[in-house]
């Protein structure tokens, strides 16, 4: 009987540690242009934080994030990705569709996950409040009753935690390995399943990291909204420093996904990190 090759191995947990020097280390090999990416995704989303841009903003993350992830695999096939290779799944209607129907799956996910939390907690708020949140206003956060905002933040953190678990491998294996979305979805979230350990261990990391950043956002928003302004050098820097992080978690994401589906390493100045797919 001739057995089935696997579509996925499982890995030790000290394979998380590193995923991570390994994602540094992809990262410093192009740095400049990958954060010239970073900044043009975060520009991207601060342009569309109101009403139907938001979400189709949302809608098309897992299209940016395969944009982000196949630059990625140019750099770490020792080319210069260009910053038009944020936008590369639009050039492949099969694949961008399949990713748009996966952005509208993980906002239905999202919210049901904030509404299970904060269920009948916003409806105590005034109209002109709840304008101002859905606006991503800050002060209006910080005038909340601290109750409401500590059940709201772990709400918008369950939302995130939900819809990033449900895409972290779905999105490259759509993208990758041209796969169905309800066979990315199930593969990817079996593969996450089986090698838990070294995702968690990736995750401690990556959480440690993310101490600094927060602690900065958190000084800067803070200053914004007491109205005593920023220093702007401070706003530069945690502004750097949030697409830094950010690229850390693509990059991770992509080494991760590389090791556990055997997507293989391209060879250096080869066509393969650029324009062309794995099927």
């Known amino acids: 009987m001739v057995e089935t090759p696997k579509e996925y191995d499982t890995l030790p947990a000290g394979r998380g540690m590193g995923w991570l020097t390994h994602s540094l280390q992809l990262l410093g090999r192009d740095i400049s242009r990958l954060l010239l990416l970073g900044l043009l995704l975060q520009l991207l989303a601060g342009m569309t934080q109101i009403g139907a841009l938001a979400i189709l903003f949302v809608l098309l993350v897992p299209a940016l994030s395969a944009g982000m992830l196949q630059a990625l695999h ?21 694949r961008l569709l399949r990713l748009v129907f996966l952005g509208g799956l993980m906002l239905a996910t999202a919210m049901a996950a904030v509404m299970a939390v904060v269920s009948g907690a916003l409806t105590g708020l005034d109209a002109e409040t709840m304008a101002k949140l859905e606006q ?4 209006a956060l910080l005038m909340m009753n601290p109750e409401l905002l500590e059940r709201l933040m772990i709400a918008l953190l369950m939302g995130l935690v939900v819809s990033g678990t449900l895409s972290f491998f779905a999105v490259p294996l759509i993208w990758f390995r041209n796969m169905p979305l309800r066979r990315a979805i199930w593969l990817g979230l079996t593969g996450m399943m089986r090698n838990w350990k070294p995702l968690l261990v ?18 800067v928003l803070g200053l914004n909204a007491t109205g005593q302004g920023g220093s702007p050098l401070l706003t530069i820097v945690m502004l750097f420093v949030a697409v830094a ?6 990059a991770s994401q992509y080494v991760a996904f590389r090791d556990i589906f055997r997507l293989g390493h391209p060879r250096p100045g080869s066509s393969e990190g650029s324009d062309q797919l794995v099927a």
Request: charged share 10%; glycine share 8%.
């Open 136 to 139: 991503g206003d800050v002060e």
């Open 202 to 219: 990736l995750g401690l990391f990556l959480g440690v990291l993310a101490v600094p950043a927060a602690v900065l956002s958190a000084l």
């Open 74 to 94: 140019s750099a770490d096939a020792g080319l210069r990705p260009s910053p038009a290779m944020l936008f590369v799944a639009f050039s492949r209607p099969d």
């Open 245 to 250: 992080y950010q690229l850390l978690l693509f």
